[in-house]
């Protein structure tokens, strides 16, 4: 078993940033992909970046590219999403997910992109950008 535990969620303007995590514990050996998802209201679940835990490698859905960067902290087994220049459609939850092991052929089929994937889920963070 995995535990994800999001935090670091707020309200911020239009141009501001925030700075989520997600602190990882549990079997970590048994994981190879981590990343966040968002869900606004009325909408699905959406991709918006992710990692390779094990293997180097990151992943981003087109609307955030050069505003987000994810990374990790590996002395405290925690994943961070940066959020610079917040725009109001990134309002959302933003939730902290994990998939086991993969291989190469899921990576290059963007398997990533899809929350059935994903095994294991943090409760939630709410990030809400005003005009």
């Known amino acids: 078993q995995v535990q994800l535990v999001d935090s670091g969620g707020g309200l911020v303007q239009a141009g501001g940033s925030l700075r989520l995590a997600c602190a990882a514990s549990?079997?970590?050996?048994?994981?190879?992909?981590m990343g966040w998802f968002r869900q606004a209201p009325g909408k699905e679940r959406e991709f918006v970046a992710i990692?390779?835990?094990?293997?180097?490698?990151?992943y981003y859905t087109d609307s955030v590219k050069d505003r987000f960067t994810i990374g990790r902290d590996n002395n405290h087994n925690t994943v961070y999403l940066q959020m610079n220049d917040l725009k109001p459609e990134d309002t959302a939850v933003y939730y902290c997910?994990?998939?086991?092991?993969?291989?190469?052929?899921?990576?290059?089929?963007?398997?990533?992109?899809?929350?059935?994937?994903?095994?294991?889920w943090g409760q939630g963070a709410q990030v809400t950008v005003s005009t």
């Open positions: 990692m390779r835990w094990i293997l180097s490698g990151t």
């Open positions: 997910a994990a998939a086991p092991a993969t291989s190469s052929a899921w990576w290059r089929s963007f398997r990533y992109f899809y929350s059935a994937e994903y095994r294991y």
């Open positions: 549990g079997r970590l050996d048994s994981v190879d992909a």
